[in-house]
Structures are given as C-alpha cells and as structure tokens.
C-alpha cells in the first residue's frame, strides 16, 4: 500500500483538516491546526506530504522520525501540529487497514469509558450558576471555565475576590461529588499565581490550568508550591522533550493537544514520561471531531488517562461546530458525563467528506482577540 495523496481543508469555525490516499483505497483523517495559525500550517503540512507520497502509511514510527526530525529545524506549534494531524491520519489508515480501532493497535483498552468535562461560561454569577446547573442537567461530573478574564500585571483586590467568588459559587452549585477546573489561560504573573491559588484551594478545584505561561517552567515550581491545587498544563507545548522540565517543576496533569504536540505517537510518549512523576493525562481539545476522536482513542489505551476536554458547544464555535462534519454524530453522545468505548476502525469516526469540501470553499481567517491594558499596552489573551 502507498501513499498517492494529502488534501487539505480549511473549514469553519476555525480547523484545518487532512485526508491521506493510498493506493488501496483506504483513506486516513487528521486535523493538523494551530488555533489562529491554520494557514501557516496548512503549508507546513504539505512540505511533509512531498515526502510521505510514495511511502507506505503502515511505518508509521519511522515516517514520525522523518517528519520530526529529517527537516534539521524541528518542534514548535507550526511543525508540530501539522506532523500531529499526518499522524493521526496514518492511524486511521493503520487501523482501517487492521479492521481495528487505533486503541486496540496502542495495546488495548485499560478503560470501558472516557470521563470529558464541559465549558461553563458566564461572566455574571447568575449567568455562570445556570450555565453550570445546564451542563448537570446534561450530565456531566465536571466542567471548566476560565479563572480570570483580562488581568493587570499585579491584581487588584477586588480582581483577586472576583476570581475566588466565581469559584466559590461554582463549588456551591457543583457540590462535594463533582469537579470543576479553573483556566488561568497563562494570563497571570507568577507573583499573582502565589497570591491567588491559596485562596482558591478551600474549594478544592480539580486543576488550576496554565496559571503562568508555560515559557517559563524556571518558575513553576514555585507555583505549584504555593498551594495544594493540582497544577495542570501543557496545551502550547509540543513534545516529550517540552514536558520534562514541566514534570520536573510539580505538574499534577499535562495537557498536549493531540493536534499540537506529534499526534497520537507522541502524546502516548507524553502520557508515559508524565507516569513517572504522577502526573495525570488530561488532553486539550478545543478543536473538530478528529482531534477529538484521535485523544478519545488515547484516553481509551493509557492507564494515567484523568479527564477529555471537547469543544461541542464551546464559545469559540460559532457558524459552524464539531457534529456539522461527522456522518454519524452518536460517536460524540456522552452519558453521564462519559464517552463510550466503541469499536469501528481506525480513529472511530465517520467524516462526512462533502460537508468538509463544502465548509473548505467558505474557510476561515480565525484570529484569537487581541487585547490591552488600561494604558494601553499589550495584554494575555
Ligand atoms: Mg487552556
């Protein structure tokens, strides 16, 4: 079997899809994007397809090598995330080819279902209280939202009682028996991060995401000491290589994307390095139906799998959301807060190829907000 073909797609909201052709007729799904850099690695990715044309998809460890590390320059989001969704499609490929799912190839599942957690937004307390009272009424056991909204380089007392008090109300209306995390979306100072996650540990959060930028693991040990939130990160780093001095520092939960950080090989290799420090998986996934197919196939095969982050329903899916590219949209219905284990071959997922070359002729040019202080001055985002 050969490859003869990589397409790609730029569909709306804001992903970027690949299809692989072999000669034998299977075809293989991924979804290499950076969130608001969807072109750049569009291009990216079709640098690597002149080499994987020709190849066997079947090798799939020795083309990850080539990819990675045969182009001399290698990691950061733009590589990275266009051989993580070539990655993903020769699994498909793999397991279509094997008449199995890809967590039967990782060795098998060690779980019957994946827990996943809801976004909860609201910036006004009601708000916030019925947004999270709908998604228990959905079912779910779990559900995040972001900590704080833009943040002045040293907080205000009144930010500072505003981020515990949504908190607060959170566990209140959650109870004992479910979690909710928190995303500091790295828009914090590490002086504010000491400051702020002691006050936040009484409501006992299930993580306390990107609380610091995650450029500067020199300081996250002192982070992840000033409190006994669980500190997770990781969804802007790219490799095992960028995990390890996270781990080091005291990380409880690491996040890659399994469109970001080398697909499905390497965030098995993640999952496995993070065992070693007791670290938990907990991937990002704000994106389409492949990378969310692609992380539950992982979920399903790594024992230190916690929790799945989904984007159906989330506030950055506007004009267009994950279920709109799928054939057969049951894959996605979670019970109880859980995705069901399931079967079919390769990623598990039906794409529905005329709804994505339709959505590819409109395309997109998503671009995260760019925000800024009172004075003027550029604020995280
Ligand atoms: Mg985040």
Avoid at 53 to 72: C, K, S, T, Y
Avoid at 103 to 108: E, M, Q
Avoid at 214 to 226: E, N
Avoid at 282 to 301: D, W, Y
């Amino acid at each position: 079997m050969k490859i003869v073909g990589v397409e790609t797609f730029l569909v709306p909201p804001r992903w970027l899809f690949c299809r692989v052709e072999t000669d034998e007729g299977v075809v293989g799904w991924g979804e290499p994007v950076v969130e608001g850099r969807a072109e750049a690695v569009r291009a990216a990715v079709h640098i690597l397809a002149e080499y994987l044309v020709g190849q066997d998809p079947l090798r799939i460890e020795d083309h990850w090598q080539v990819m990675a590390n045969g182009g001399f320059y290698r990691g950061g989001p733009v590589l990275s995330s266009a051989l993580a969704g070539l990655d993903q499609a020769l699994w498909d490929i793999a397991g279509k080819t094997y008449g199995a799912p890809v967590h039967a190839l990782l060795g098998g599942p060690v779980r019957d279902r994946v827990r996943v957690y809801a976004w909860v937004g609201g910036d006004d307390p009601a708000e916030l209280a019925d947004s999270i009272t709908e998604r228990i009424e959905a079912g779910f056991t779990a559900v995040k939202m972001n900590a704080v909204g833009r943040m002045a380089p040293l907080a205000t007392v009144a930010d500072v009682t505003a981020v515990v008090d949504r908190l607060a109300l959170a566990r209140e209306v959650l109870g004992p028996t479910r979690d909710v995390a928190v995303d500091f979306h790295g828009r914090a100072s590490a002086a504010d991060a000491r400051r702020i996650l002691p006050l936040l540990a009484p409501y006992q959060p299930m993580f306390a995401e990107e609380p610091i930028l995650p450029d500067r693991p020199h300081m996250l040990r002192d982070v992840v000491t000033a409190s006994s939130v669980p500190v997770a990160l990781g969804e802007r780093l790219y490799s095992r290589w960028d995990f390890r001095p996270a781990l080091e520092a005291g990380v409880a939960v690491v996040q890659p994307d399994l469109s970001h950080a080398g697909g499905i090989s390497e965030t098995r290799r993640i999952a496995a390095l993070a065992e070693v420090w007791d670290a938990e998986l907990a991937p990002h996934c704000p994106l389409g139906p492949i990378a969310l197919a692609a992380s539950l196939q992982v979920a399903f095969a790594t024992p230190n799998f916690l929790i799945q982050e989904h984007s159906i329903g989330i506030h950055y899916n506007e004009g267009a959301d994950l279920l709109d590219y799928v054939i057969d949209p049951e894959v996605f219905r979670f019970v109880d807060g859980h995705a069901a284990r399931r079967d079919a071959p390769g990623l598990g997922v039906e794409i529905d190829e005329a709804a994505v070359r339709r959505a590819d002729q409109v395309g997109h040019a998503w671009r995260n907000p760019i925000w800024r202080h009172d004075d003027g001055g550029l604020a995280e985002w």
